[in-house]
């Protein structure tokens, strides 16, 4: 996969890997999916970059009930689908992500 990173402000932007983590189809169903950015150890008001994302369908993302959508009750959400990192650890894998640069990724290294 050709990476094509961009900054924007403090984060970065790379809409080619955001359609490919999509077409994945959601982690959780299979379903057509959108992009859940992993906020999880990002600074407070801050958007993660485009390659902690994983694809999930509109209701495992936002209209599901309590537990069924990641925003609509995320500790339930995990327990019954796994943390929003195994997903994202999933996701890098499905994409063929090399062992180097998931580790860079995991240390937030976007250069």
């Given at each position: 996969m050709k990476l094509n990173p961009k900054w924007k402000k403090?984060?970065?932007v790379d809409s080619?890997?955001?359609d490919a983590v999509a077409a994945l189809?959601?982690?959780v169903c299979?379903?057509?999916a959108a992009i859940h950015h992993i906020r999880t150890g990002e600074g407070a008001g801050q958007r993660a970059s485009d390659y902690r994302s994983i694809p999930l369908c509109h209701y495992h993302h936002q209209t599901g009930k309590h537990g069924a959508a990641i925003h609509a009750g995320k500790e339930r959400w995990e327990q019954s689908h796994g943390t929003e990192i195994d997903k994202l650890e999933e996701t890098w894998d499905k994409l063929g992500i090399d062992e180097e640069q998931k580790e860079k990724w995991r240390?937030?290294?976007y250069d």
């Open positions: 403090t984060r970065v080619g890997y955001l189809g959601c982690c299979g379903q057509e240390q937030r290294k």
